[in-house]
Structure formats: C-alpha cells, structure tokens
C-alpha cells in the first residue's frame, strides 16, 4: 500500500477505537454513522453522539476526498491549477457537565499535484487540544503529559515546539490573545523528504492518534459525576461562545472545507449544541470563572 492508502486505513480504524472508548465512559449514547460523497471526489463517514450521560454533542469524522484544488485553495497556497488528494480523522466532543473539559483533535495527509497529475507537494498535520470550563490542574498535567510522551520519541523538542505553536494558533486574535483553552499540541505541513521520512512521520501521526483515548478518557472519567449549578453551565456556555468564535473567524480546516466544497454538516459537527453572548461580559471578580481567566494564556505544564 501507498502512503495515502496507509493512511486512510489508520484514520478509520482509528474512528472505529475512538468511538467505542468515548461510548464505554458515556453508558448511555451510541454514535450514529451517517456516510456521505462528494460529488467532485471522495466521500467520508460522519459519527455523531449526542444526548449522553457524559457527551451532550459530539463527532469523530473521517474523510477521504479528492479533484481539482477550487480556486481560493489555489490563492492560498500560491499554485495554479491543481488536483488534490487529503485524508483525515477530525473529532470535537462537548461533554454535559462543565466540569468535564471539551477536547478537539485531528489528523490528515494532503497531496497536490499539477495538472498532468505529477505529485508535487504532501503533507501532514494535525494536533489536539484542550478546553477546560473549571480547572483542575492534575487534569491538564496529565493531557500534556501524554502528548508530550507520544511525540519525545520522535525528538526531544517536538513537543515544546509543537506546544507553542497550538498556544499560538488556538487563540481568539480578536479577544485580546485570549486562548479558546489550554492548548496541547498543533503541526502541520510536515514534508517527508524521502520514503523513509514517509513512514517516519505517518508513524508520528500514528503515536499522536493513539494518545488521545488515554490522554482524555481519565479526565473524563474523574470529572463526569461532579455536581454543577446553572451558573456553572452558563459559563461553560459563554466559554462555548468563545470557541464558535475560533471556529468560524480563524480555524483554517473549517475555512477549507468550506470553500472546497465540504460537507457542511460535517464541518460545522465542531459547533457546541447551545452557547451565550453577552454585551461586554466580564467574569465577577474574585470568581472562580475569573480565575479560570488566568487560564487561558501559555503556560508550562510538563
């Protein structure tokens, strides 16, 4: 198998193990797969889970997809016209009780190549990161502290340069440099010069896919059963106001699929299922969601 081929097996074996861990710790709600083509090539399996015990709302989708790169994809990366391959898992997952953090991930492969069909570009990328509502600082410890321990092997600095990079792009520009969370990792256009380097990095991605279940999983397990107020859901939901905001004004995967023809509702999955807007809302001081504001800046957890 190709690379491409590879990779596209990895992402739905890794859908498969993914869905069955968050079902287990949620008892109650089962993902429903809804598969879906897109007209100019390619197709993807979206599963979403939602009115659960533990996930209010959630997916884990993977796509393959491929054609001509449209043309605002051509403007972006400074190339004329072009065909395209990209392959990839992307999960969000909004949990019900504030006490339990939202987490993103994703994983892909990208291929450009000219019009007579010669590769001339690949890639990968990917990353996942962290939302806590309340802090629990074990809690963020541990979630680095995986992530950390899936890439050193691969290079001893990969994990503080990847870390600076999620802090850097997960970020509400407009909000001042106010993070949407406390961050993990984020990479991406990593070119694999040679065959070797292919396997070497499609094995990065792989160590970085399989971190997620148990970087995330005993998080929510220790916070699942906290009791909360509706002061507690309405900040989390002002904070869930915050992460559309990423979503819709910054998030470049969510920008692509969209101009590439994607499937909306697949896309817009990363959308939590109620959120607030308040004029100039700013936490009561002395707070605990005036605490949780210190939060979201870089900080060393590992």
Request: charged share 25%; net charge negative.
């Amino acid at each position: 198998m190709n690379i491409k081929e590879q990779f596209t097996e990895y992402i739905h074996s890794l859908q498969d193990n993914i869905c069955a861990g968050l079902e287990a710790v949620d008892g109650k709600a089962k993902f429903v797969e809804d598969k879906w083509e897109r007209p100019e090539g390619g197709g993807g399996k979206t599963r979403v889970i939602s009115g659960g015990n533990v996930f209010e709302k959630g997916g884990v989708n993977t796509s393959v997809v491929h054609g001509v790169l449209p043309k605002a994809m051509q403007d972006a990366f400074g190339v004329g016209e072009s065909n395209f391959f990209a392959c990839g898992l992307s999960l969000v997952i909004h949990p019900l009780n504030p006490h339990v953090p939202t987490v993103h991930a994703n994983w892909r492969y990208f291929e450009l190549y000219n019009k007579d069909g010669d590769r001339i570009d690949g890639w990968f990328g990917g990353g996942s990161d962290l939302t806590p509502y309340y802090m629990y600082e074990e809690d963020a410890r541990h979630f680095h502290g995986v992530l950390k321990g899936a890439i050193t092997p691969f290079g001893e600095n990969l994990y503080s340069d990847y870390k600076k990079h999620c802090d850097a792009y997960f970020t509400n520009k407009h909000r001042g440099d106010e993070m949407r969370g406390i961050g993990g990792v984020f990479y991406d256009y990593l070119r694999p010069t040679d065959e070797a380097d292919t396997e070497r990095l499609f094995a990065f991605q792989q160590a970085n896919g399989n971190s997620f279940l148990p970087a995330y999983l005993p998080i929510a397990e220790r916070r699942k059963d906290i009791p909360y107020t509706e002061r507690e859901v309405e900040w989390q939901e002002i904070r869930r106001g915050r992460y559309v905001e990423f979503n819709l004004v910054h998030d470049r995967g969510t920008l692509f699929g969209l101009k590439t023809n994607g499937r909306t509702e697949s896309i817009l999955m990363s959308l939590p299922p109620r959120a607030r807007w308040y004029y100039n809302y700013k936490p009561e001081p002395g707070s605990k969601e005036a605490e949780m504001m210190q939060y979201y800046r870089p900080k060393d957890w590992v």
